[in-house]
């Protein structure tokens, strides 16, 4: 069997591999990624491709997201990636709602967040989807953004591998990682830093270290409709009431708890399934919508009730011209209750990222960036 020999291997080619591969790269290491796949497979092909700050608690995990989002912008002008800068909408039906989204954009802007409240006719100005029927008005958000996840898991390794050099290694699983050395069915790799973003595979490399870190399989429904009329744009990415309960940010106000009371006395479908209705744009137009969470062993079988209460909260919150569903699919994250992300030293020389569940596409970049300094 051939060795070879990088300065980093990433094992996992989904969002945080590659984030970590352009970390490195950038620092002019030279780099290798190893993907079991012909290509992204996992959580980082199938989700919004919602770059959401507005989810991420004061503190740290908010200032890793914006500063993400900074790296996103170089990557993605560097790429000419399309994408959308359009900020994000928290549409409010109930006073319940109301009541937290004017809470946090009162609170929000002194600890970091660019919000602020939107009455119901500013909001329908902005966006041609938002429902106005019982409309109240609207949490409003800059920082938010979308890239098409698909396109862009596409495009970035070619990228990589043009600008920086970073070599890929597509239909190669890493079997094992030791100190300084990779084996794949297809030769040995020693490299000085091995970065594993093995995204919900718990079981295959280090799974031990994994299984004590505490981390739990989640997996989401989504949909996409077909392409909107030429022209039509979604605007704003949309949320409503409940994604107030679903993102730590809003624990910041203290209207929350009403707001959660409710959900969980009157929406029983909601609370059992995790579902909160986010909407995002494709580059071609289509729109798409998700999610629900149902944590533990992955059910391999979707539930067609699940999308009818998705679709059901939809049609009071937005509207679009084409609403017939063309795709329906789910993804599955590694997330960890309580914390944003996972990085564990298992031995010398190896770092395991994993774990940022549902802000995996948020925080990679300000992450890897945190990691590739930290190796030293
Ligand atoms: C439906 C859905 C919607 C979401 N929406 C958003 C959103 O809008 N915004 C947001 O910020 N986040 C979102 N997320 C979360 C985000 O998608 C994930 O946090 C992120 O994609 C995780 O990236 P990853 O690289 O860790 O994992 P993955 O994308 O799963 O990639 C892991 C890769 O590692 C490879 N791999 C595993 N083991 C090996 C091995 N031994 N050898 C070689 N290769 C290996 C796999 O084949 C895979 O390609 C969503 C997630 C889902 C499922």
């Known amino acids: 069997m051939n060795l070879e020999h990088a300065d980093v291997v990433v094992v996992g080619s989904g969002i945080v591999g590659l984030a970590h591969a352009y970390a490195a790269a950038r620092k002019g290491l030279d780099v290798v990624v190893l993907e079991r796949s012909h290509g992204a497979r996992g959580a980082s092909i199938r989700n919004f491709g919602l770059i959401w700050p507005i989810g991420q608690p004061p ?6 997201a914006l500063r993400s989002r900074e790296i996103w912008l170089e990557v993605l002008e560097q790429t000419a990636l399309p994408h959308w800068r359009t900020g994000s909408l928290h549409l409010a039906y109930r006073a319940d709602e109301e009541a937290v989204g004017r809470e946090f954009a009162d609170l929000g802007p002194k600890l970091g967040y660019a919000c ?5 006719p500013g909001v329908t100005s902005l966006s041609d989807a938002a429902n106005p029927e019982g409309l109240r008005g609207a949490l409003y958000s800059t920082t938010e953004m979308t890239v ?11 990228f990589l591998t043009e600008r920086y050099g970073v070599d890929f290694r597509f239909s190669t699983p890493a079997l094992a990682v030791g100190a300084g050395k990779v084996e794949t069915p297809r030769g040995s790799w020693s490299a000085g830093h091995i970065i594993v973003c093995s995204g919900d595979d718990l079981e295959s490399l280090y799974p031990e270290a994994l299984e004590q870190a505490g981390l739990q399989r989640c997996k989401l429904q989504m949909m996409r409709t077909f392409q909107q009329p030429d022209g039509w744009l979604l605007g704003p990415a949309l949320a409503g009431g ?6 730590p940010s809003f624990e910041i106000c203290s209207n929350l708890e009403a707001l959660r009371q409710r959900i969980t006395a009157q929406m029983r479908g909601y609370e059992r399934w995790g579902i909160h209705v986010m909407v995002s744009q494709t580059m071609q137009g289509e729109v798409t919508i998700g999610d629900s969470h149902e944590y533990g062993p992955v059910d391999v079988f979707d539930k067609p009730e699940i999308d009818e209460l998705i679709l059901d909260y939809l049609h009071a919150m937005a509207r679009f011209p084409i609403l017939e569903i063309a795709q329906r699919w789910h993804g599955v994250y590694a997330r960890h209750p309580e914390d944003p992300y996972v990085r564990l030293r298992p031995e010398a020389g190896v770092e395991i990222v994993t774990g940022l569940g ?16 930290g190796m030293g």
């Open 358 to 373: 549902g802000a995996g596409m948020t925080l990679c970049f300000g992450l890897a960036e945190e990691t590739v300094e």
């Open 242 to 247: 409940l994604t107030m309960r679903y993102y």
């Open 59 to 64: 503190g740290p995990a908010l200032e890793m």
């Open 116 to 120: 602020q409240w939107m009455e119901a």
């Open 148 to 158: 098409d996840p698909r396109v862009a898991m596409a495009k970035l390794p070619a």
